[in-house]
């Protein structure tokens, strides 16, 4: 089955560094990947939409300074936290659409923990 | 605009008994619709998805739902439950717009089984 892989799991980071997150599609070939952002007992919030070779689409109120996606190929996607602050701790997951596959299927990464001191 | 409503943020259950999570959705456009599970610090897993055809979709670990255009539901049911089964629950609808093929979800359902 398609597997999606996310590096690294857990991250801590001071206040006022940059942590990249990898999303990776081992075994198929995503030419769209989404970041999600998820808050404690929450759902899932879209925060931006990866396309190799194009710049990302952000959803209303993610700034994109902040952070910074790259697609650079059709298995990996990059998010940059840029200036991490405490309020930016949270579980990052990211998903990968597998070109040509059904509307709206997303295989989804294991996420990564994000804690920011 | 496409929308999830997940009905009941908690669901118990004991162990053995039917398992049925709620699931509305709006759509401007036919809707492909998801459900996902979620185990605590993970990613989601596909649990079943509906796109065409039969509405009655059958998905792993025993569970199942049915597209009801109608009623505009995708209600997720499981005969007995296990204790496995404790969990989030997210429904999903599929944003027909672009190419992008965005995925709304809804707020969630935490499912407890206790023996």
């Known amino acids: 089955g398609a597997v999606v892989s996310q590096h690294p799991s857990r991250v801590i980071c001071k206040s006022g560094t940059s942590v990249k997150i990898e999303c990776r599609s081992l075994d198929f070939q995503a030419t769209t990947m989404f970041w999600y952002r998820q808050f404690p007992k929450q759902s899932l919030m879209l925060m931006a939409t990866s396309n190799e070779g194009s710049k990302a689409t952000y959803e209303q109120g993610v700034e994109k300074d902040k952070f910074l996606i790259n697609h650079a190929s059709l298995t990996l996607s990059t998010l940059t936290v840029t200036s991490a602050h405490p309020e930016d701790s949270s579980f990052y997951i990211c998903s990968a659409r597998e070109s040509g596959g059904a509307r709206g299927e997303q295989y989804f990464g294991p996420g990564t923990r994000l804690t920011v001191t | 605009a496409q929308s999830v409503t997940q009905l009941g943020s908690h669901v118990s259950v004991s162990e053995g008994a039917l398992v049925l999570l709620r699931c509305n959705y709006s759509s401007s456009v036919p809707p492909y619709l998801f459900w996902y599970v979620q185990y605590p610090n993970q990613g989601l897993q596909l649990l079943l998805k509906?796109?065409?055809?039969?509405?009655l979709v059958k998905g792993i670990n025993g569970f199942e739902a049915e597209f009801k255009k109608s009623e505009t539901s995708f209600h997720l049911t499981k005969p007995s439950a296990h204790m496995s089964d404790a969990a989030e629950y997210f429904c999903a609808v599929s944003d027909g717009s672009g190419g992008y093929n965005k995925l709304i979800f809804g707020a969630g359902t935490r499912l407890a089984v206790h023996p």
């Open positions: 509906y796109t065409t055809g039969a509405t």
